[in-house]
T-cell receptor, first 115, second 111 residues
Framework: GAVVSQHPSRVICKSGTSVKIECRSL??????MFWYRQFPKQSLMLMAT?????????EQGVEKDKFLINHASLTLSTLTVTSAHPEDSSFYIC???????????FGPGTRLTVL | EDKVVQSPLSLVVHEGDTVTLNCSYE??????LLWYKQEKKAPTFLFML????IEKKSGRLSSILDKKELFSILNITATQTGDSAVYLC???????????FGAGTRLTVKP
């Protein structure tokens, strides 16, 4: 089956630093990837849609200058949390669309803790 | 290798039908199993199951977990067209709160 990986799985950083999270589709090409953030009670919020070779589409309320998304290739999208603050601490999950299908394959998530 | 397998991958029913969606898993450090409904954007949380044999219910939806046989089912009774969506099963792990999602079941309810 399709596999999506995320790296790192866990990161702890100081307030004010930037953190990059990678999302890779390991055995398929993903023209579209999605970035989610998990909130309490297991709810997931879509942050942005990442399209290969073009700018990401951000959801309302998500600061594009703070959460930089780059989809440089058909197998890699990155999310950079710039000038991280403790309130950015969360679980970030990516998913990837496989080819022309509607199926999304989710990564295992990245736990970010900002001290 | 962790696995979360959902079946069927897609399902077409008529309004009023009852459906059962399946999720089986092989995951180390199991913490909980989650069901989500995804229509357009972010998946909407439905249930979290941690204990075997205890049914969780919300309206026409119900779910139960079997930790011995490593599976869960999601039941929807008296389906409506608004139930059409992709239903995702995810397993949350103890270490690092990793999540493993299944590929989802696409449910289509026809009038």
């Amino acid at each position: 089956g399709a596999v999506v990986s995320q790296h790192p799985s866990r990161v702890i950083c100081k307030s004010g630093t930037s953190v990059k999270i990678e999302c890779r589709s390991l055995d398929f090409q993903a023209t579209t990837m999605f970035w989610y953030r998990q909130f309490p009670k297991q709810s997931l919020m879509l942050m942005a849609t990442s399209n290969e070779g073009s700018k990401a589409t951000y959801e309302q309320g998500v600061e594009k200058d703070k959460f930089l998304i780059n989809h440089a290739s058909l197998t890699l999208s990155t999310l950079t949390v710039t000038s991280a603050h403790p309130e950015d601490s969360s679980f970030y999950i990516c998913s990837a669309h496989r080819g022309n299908t509607d199926t999304q394959y989710f990564g295992p998530g990245t736990r970010l803790t900002v001290l | 290798e962790d696995k979360v397998v959902q079946s069927p991958l897609s399902l077409v029913v008529h309004e009023g039908d009852t459906v059962t969606l399946n999720c089986s898993y092989e995951v180390t450090n199991f913490r909980s199993l989650l069901w989500y409904k995804q229509e357009k954007k972010a998946p909407t949380f439905l249930f979290m199951l941690t204990s075997s044999g205890i049914e969780k219910k919300s309206g026409r939806l119900s779910s139960i977990l079997d930790k011995k046989e490593l599976f869960s089912i999601l039941n929807i009774t008296a389906t409506q067209t608004g139930d059409s969506a992709v239903y995702l099963c995810a397993v949350e792990k103890n270490n690092n709160n990793d999540m493993r999602f299944g590929a989802g079941t696409r449910l289509t309810v026809k009038p």
